[in-house]
């Protein structure tokens, strides 16, 4: 069982930055893609930042320009440096990975969830 542990999260003034890391950890598997979700209370899941195996990058708009993600393959990490943060960015951020398990499965795997709240 591969598992995501968060860090990062915390209460920061409107302008001001954060950086939340992800490990997985486990044995046996390769990760695919990584990203970072987030929900604010009463609404959706949604995407923030996805970065895949080889690099490639996609961002919601509200992230693009203050967001920025990367992953170190060698060690199952993915970043999400956020910078410029607005009030409209609390919420609880989620760490995703697609894993690959050695028999071939493929499934999605979800943090536990670290808080980021904006003062405004």
């Known amino acids: 069982q591969v598992q995501l542990v968060e860090s990062g999260g915390g209460l920061v003034q409107a302008g001001g930055s954060l950086r939340l890391s992800c490990a997985a950890s486990?044995?046996?598997?390769?990760?695919?893609?990584m990203g970072w979700y987030r929900q604010a209370p009463g609404k959706q899941r949604e995407l923030v930042a996805r970065?895949?195996?080889?690099?490639?990058?996609n961002y919601a708009d509200s992230a693009k320009g203050r967001f920025t993600i990367s992953r170190d393959n060698a060690k199952n990490t993915v970043a999400l440096q956020m910078n410029s943060l607005k009030p409209e960015d609390t919420a609880v951020y989620y760490c995703?990975?697609?894993?690959?398990?050695?028999?071939?499965?493929?499934?999605?795997?979800w943090g536990m969830g670290t808080q980021v709240t904006v003062s405004s």
């Open positions: 970065i895949t195996s080889g690099g490639r990058t």
């Open positions: 486990g044995s046996d598997f390769s990760i695919n893609a």
């Open positions: 995703n990975a697609n894993i690959r398990n050695r028999l071939g499965y493929v499934y999605d795997n």
